[in-house]
């Protein structure tokens, strides 16, 4: 497959995941990214007023860094720069869309809806999957070879493992804390 023409200055190469495990060291963790960086603001686990508190003091916080903020299900009122979640969740969206892939089929998936790039995992085990299947390093770089867009390396990730992965870049949700 052919590369798709994405404007590369967009798509982030390091990209932190918000999570309620994670939560206590956002701010340390987010001191480390910058321009070219995003944080994928999740925090499902958070009621909607607290959630909204949680993400305006976390946008600004990346904002002063020049690091992209990008939405998961978040609603439309919130200034975001783009949006993160599977194929059908950003299909619809505007900004920059990241969409979560595990297998061949969701990466065509994500062509369809036209991502702009995205994260496929689990590369290896995850604190947040214990147990869970990973698609290994060998398994994930036939699958990412097989991406026409740009590929981010999810699951068990940390700088070292990702200097390891010749794809566009990597993200974690404890590997930047």
């Known amino acids: 497959m052919r590369k798709r023409q994405t404007n590369a ?9 918000s999570d309620a495990r994670n939560d206590a060291g956002l701010e340390r963790a987010l001191a480390r990214l910058g321009p070219g960086d995003a944080l994928v603001f999740r925090h499902y686990h958070l ?3 607290e959630r909204r508190q949680r993400f305006a003091r976390l946008a600004r916080l990346a904002r002063l860094r020049g690091v992209a903020v990008i ?3 978040v609603p439309s009122g919130w200034r ?12 619809e969206q505007g900004g920059i869309r990241l969409a979560t892939v595990h297998s061949l089929q969701e990466i ?6 036209r991502a702009d790039a995205i994260l496929l995992s689990p590369v290896f085990p995850t604190r947040s999957h214990p147990g ?4 290994g390093p ?9 991406s026409p867009l740009p590929v981010i390396a999810l699951g068990g990730m ?5 200097r390891r992965l010749p794809v566009h870049g990597w993200a974690a949700i404890d590997g930047l804390a």
Not at 9 to 17: A, G
Not at 80 to 91: K, Q
Not at 108 to 113: E, I, K, P, S, T
Not at 138 to 146: D, E, K, P, S, Y
């Open 9 to 17: 200055k967009q798509v982030p190469r390091r990209v932190l995941l």
């Open 47 to 49: 009621s909607g007023g």
């Open 71 to 73: 939405g998961a299900r």
């Open 80 to 91: 975001v720069d783009g949006s993160y979640g599977s194929a059908r969740e950003v299909s």
């Open 108 to 113: 065509g998936a994500a062509v369809r809806a």
């Open 132 to 135: 869970g299947k990973v698609l």
């Open 138 to 146: 060998v398994r994930f770089l036939l699958l990412a070879r097989q």
């Open 158 to 162: 940390t700088r070292s493992r990702a």
